[in-house]
């Protein structure tokens, strides 16, 4: 498990491309056999990604975590980006399909990922953040979740909101997700964009055709930074920086939300005229 610090804008914005990328992006998320996780010490959030093959991977606890158990102290929620999965938590199978989520609770229920067809594997991404009660298990589809349809065309940013880990939808303690999905000929998520000092965020970036890239937009509003993302690459968001992309080609982003609340529209938005 790789281990990140926290860091302020103050020495965010003395980073170098390099070091923006080694704090702010996952670059090797999904990698075939193997369960890839990276600690944040921002809200103390787990991100990873799964892809089993033949056998199935168990997702076990490690000193940074400090249980015995992953999700002793933890809930935890999983996207299905591939083919079809089976995630066993306790006596209990959960079947995934893509775009299926599963939220997972608090309680130390052991946990593993499967493969329906090693040759078409699931592709499991996760976060899991810290729990001080217990809920209920849940499996979560699209047409489950609370669907938002944003944007306009002449503003080049319609897409599908949709949210999955939600109160609406879904218990859980502190944790919030859900999938957007930019509409074709379209190119821009959250712009007017924002920020929220309360709470972290992750996004996901997938489903990008090969040679497309997503310029994610980061850091303080009058001290902004970017970075160029690949498919199936995340970025995690501290509270004081503003989280917007804009991409070459059509995309999608599994966003994650940690933090002090659950309320979706606790933002703090940035005019466009105060974006430097």
């Known amino acids: 498990m790789e281990i990140r610090q926290a860091c302020s804008p103050k020495e965010a914005k003395r980073f170098n491309t390099d070091e923006l990328r080694g704090n702010f992006l996952f670059e090797r998320l999904f990698q ?7 600690y944040s010490h921002i809200d103390r959030t787990v991100v990873g990604g799964a892809v089993p093959l033949a ?9 940074q975590i400090g249980s015995p ?9 999983i996207f299905n980006i591939g083919g079809d999965a089976t995630i066993t938590a306790g006596d209990e199978d959960f079947d995934l399909t893509r ?16 493969s329906a067809d090693a040759g078409n594997p699931a592709r499991l991404y996760f976060v899991s953040t810290p729990a001080h009660q ?14 938002i349809d944003l944007g306009t065309q002449p ?9 999955y880990i939600h109160p609406d939808v879904c218990q859980s303690c502190q944790l919030v997700m859900g999938m957007t999905m930019i509409e074709d000929g379209s190119v821009w998520n959250t712009m007017p964009c924002h920020s929220h000092d309360r709470r972290s965020e992750v996004y996901l970036y997938f489903d990008m ?20 993302v690949d498919n199936e690459q995340a970025v995690i968001s501290p509270g004081w920086s503003i989280h917007s992309g804009v991409g070459t080609g059509r995309y999608g982003f599994i966003w994650s939300m940690a933090g002090d609340n659950q309320d979706f529209d606790d933002m703090d938005f940035v005019a466009m005229g105060d974006l430097r």
């Open 32 to 38: 075939e056999g193997v369960i890839q996780m990276t």
């Open 209 to 228: 055709a090969q040679g497309t890239r997503v310029v994610h937009l980061m850091g303080e509003p009058d001290e902004t930074r970017h970075l160029f």
């Open 55 to 63: 056998e199935p991977l168990p997702l076990v606890s490690n000193k």
């Open 69 to 77: 158990g992953f999700l002793d102290r933890r809930e935890i929620g």
């Open 99 to 114: 775009t299926d989520c599963l939220y997972l609770p608090k309680g130390g229920a052991e946990v593993t990922f499967a």
């Open 134 to 147: 217990r809920t209920k298990a849940k499996k979560i589809t699209a047409k489950d979740a609370n669907r």
């Open 155 to 163: 503003d080049a940013n319609i897409r599908v909101l949709r949210q």
